[in-house]
């Protein structure tokens, strides 16, 4: 099946810096992959949707000015954590689709990264 | 926006037994109900899913059935091992294209434990 890269699996870092994490997909291209943010115990609630060449679409109540989203290709997609607090720590994890030439609805998770804000 | 109920939130049964977890959705125009297993820091693996048109899906022993009328599905496990406990996920997403295509949301997530 597809493949989604995702790095770094684990992040630990200083408050009030920033840190990126990159979503890969290595055998398809994605014209729209997701990010998700789940913490300890909890679902995964979707924070915004990246489409490549376009501005991400942020979900009710995510400020996308802390979360910066770029996806400048069809295979990569970067959320940026800027000036992390302790409450951003969470498990982050995205998903791609791929280019929409089937109806095939079927998503391909990366392996997700655990940021610890200390 | 589409608002998906899972239960139960925990669900403990002994080997061999079946187990069966709900999932209510909200939203009509949702399509697509797929339901993922996953271990404590992994990704999210999908083990089934079921499209709006089908009323029943099987794979060995796992089962999806949806009623569309009562916006509701469900998963069925039988004969259950050790191995299938974790955190089971359902969620329900719009199909066919658009911009909410893929777009999925989740249940509460169901902590399955299978005692040998």
């Known amino acids: 099946g597809a493949v989604v890269s995702q790095h770094p699996s684990w992040v630990i870092c200083k408050s009030g810096t920033s840190v990126k994490i990159e979503c890969r997909s290595l055998?398809?291209?994605?014209?729209?992959m997701f990010w998700y943010r789940q913490f300890p115990k909890q679902s995964l609630m979707l924070m915004a949707t990246?489409?490549?060449?376009?501005?991400?679409?942020?979900e009710q109540g995510v400020e996308k000015d802390k979360f910066l989203i770029n996806h400048a290709s069809l295979t990569l997609s970067t959320l940026t954590v800027t000036s992390a607090h302790p409450e951003d720590s969470s498990f982050y994890i995205c998903s791609a689709r791929e280019q929409a030439t089937t109806l095939n609805e079927k998503l391909f998770f990366g392996s997700g990264t655990q940021l610890s804000v200390l | 926006g589409e608002n998906v109920e899972q239960h139960p939130s925990t669900l403990s049964v002994q080997e061999g037994d079946s187990a069966v977890i709900k999932c209510t959705y909200s939203?009509?125009?949702?399509?697509?109900f797929p339901w993922y297993k996953q271990e404590l820091g992994k990704r999210p693996q999908l083990i089934i899913d079921?499209?709006?048109?089908?009323g029943e899906k099987k794979d060995q022993r796992i089962a999806v059935t949806l009623n569309k009328t009562a916006k509701h599905f469900s998963l069925h496990i039988t004969e259950t091992q050790p191995e299938d406990s974790a955190v089971y996920f359902c969620a329900a997403s719009k199909g066919g294209g658009g911009t909410s295509y893929g777009k999925l949301t989740f249940g509460q997530g169901t902590i399955l434990t299978v005692h040998p």
């Open positions: 990246s489409n490549e060449g376009s501005k991400a679409t942020y």
């Open positions: 079921i499209r709006s048109n089908v």
């Open positions: 055998d398809f291209q994605a014209t729209t």
């Open positions: 939203d009509s125009a949702s399509n697509y």
